[in-house]
């Protein structure tokens, strides 16, 4: 113990040489953009979004976007995979003292009741408004998951009806890559952006990218809801 | 105060990440590496936000007049953390669900008692 203890410290302070050197060579606060010169002067006339890390994640690197709502979605479906079981193990003992001792406070079950439409809306605005204000898909899908775990928190014998989940979830990936190769036939290349971009710096602009925000926000909501949902159907 | 205004944000992500590394290696709890390797992925977000920052600019959003190209700060890191976030999140779900086995198969979640996964 203590010997691996003196070793980890030793390639611990190796490495933290290692960034010393490194980071010195960069300095903080300087400006050292480069590759997104040209997002940044050409984004909104190019893509139509004001925001630009939203053009940046959605139409100049849409294909990585691709890849990782893929990631999340492989990792959701080996946490099913990995706690996988036959048949949600239902219970039904009758008995009022473990009934009572299982429900939450009545501070959280009112407050969840009270709050769960106004967590879901918030994360519906800030995947709508991606392409304008910080946020997007990917931040508001979170959000609504926050949502749903305070559901889970406050009723625990809830829970969310799977066929439904999966359905949203898959829509959100189908619309993603539809909109993918309607671009390939419109205008020639995957992911291209092929509606109007309207006026920028309002809600209907920017072409495909809102469209393709909600379906991210869509699935990356409902797959951390499938985690959350696997992760506390264990529990005993 | 400037050269720690300079390198505070360098020395914090990477205290997090040589943190996280200290507890991966040294660690026996399982929970507790998962803990750390999460620490080594909020180090490495930080430090790709703090490379891209530029001192004295905005974000790249241009909603609001006065914003010009001139004064962002660079989009490029800020998207790749964007996403990586949420990767993360699930990547940790991902890693908790195999403690849970492992627990369930072992009985303990001490990685030196488990047999045929030592140091």
Not at chain 1, 18 to 25: A, D, L, N, R, V
Not at chain 1, 101 to 125: H, Q
Not at chain 2, 46 to 65: D, E, M, Q
Request: charged share 15%.
């Amino acid at each position: 113990m203590r010997t691996r203890k003196i070793v980890s410290i030793i390639i611990l302070l190796i490495i933290a040489g290692g960034f010393m050197i490194t980071f010195s060579q960069i300095p903080f606060g300087k400006d050292k953009i480069n590759v997104a010169n040209y997002y940044i002067s050409r984004g909104i006339e190019e893509t139509g979004a004001v925001n630009i890390v939203t053009s940046v994640v959605l139409n100049y690197r849409g294909f990585d976007t691709l890849g990782e709502v893929t990631v999340l979605f492989i990792a959701a479906i080996g946490l099913g995979a990995v706690l996988f079981v036959e048949k949600r193990v239902q219970k039904h003992t009758s008995d009022n003292k473990e009934d009572k001792a299982k429900r939450a406070s009545l501070i959280l079950r009112t407050g969840s009741n009270l709050l769960f439409p106004l967590i879901l809306l918030f994360g519906a605005y800030i995947f709508i408004h991606g392409h304008l204000t910080p946020g997007g898909g990917f931040q508001g899908g979170a959000v609504v998951a926050s949502g749903f775990l305070l559901i889970y928190l406050a009723f625990p014998k809830q829970s969310i009806n799977k066929k439904s989940s999966s359905v949203a979830e898959s829509l959100g990936g189908l619309i993603f890559i539809g909109i993918g190769l309607l671009g390939l036939i419109f205008s020639g290349y995957f992911l291209s952006n092929f509606l109007p971009k309207g006026i920028p710096n309002t809600l209907f602009s920017a072409g495909i990218i809102p469209i393709i925000y909600i379906a991210v926000g869509f699935k990356v909501g409902f797959d951390l809801t499938g985690i959350i949902d696997d992760l506390l159907g264990r529990s005993k | 105060m400037n050269l720690i205004y300079n390198w505070m944000y360098y020395i914090s992500s990477g205290g997090l990440i040589l943190i996280g590394m200290y507890i991966v290696l040294v660690k026996t709890n399982l929970i507790k590496i998962i803990i750390g390797l999460h620490f080594i992925d909020t180090g490495i977000n930080i430090l790709l936000i703090c490379i891209g920052y530029v001192k004295g600019r905005t974000a790249p959003i241009f909603s609001t007049s006065g914003i010009n190209p001139t004064n962002v700060v660079d989009p490029v890191p800020q998207a790749l953390v964007l996403t990586a976030i949420v990767i993360g999140v699930a990547v940790l779900a991902l890693a908790l669900s195999i403690a849970i086995k492992v627990y369930e198969h072992n009985k303990t979640l001490n990685v030196s008692k488990i047999k045929r996964l030592k140091w």
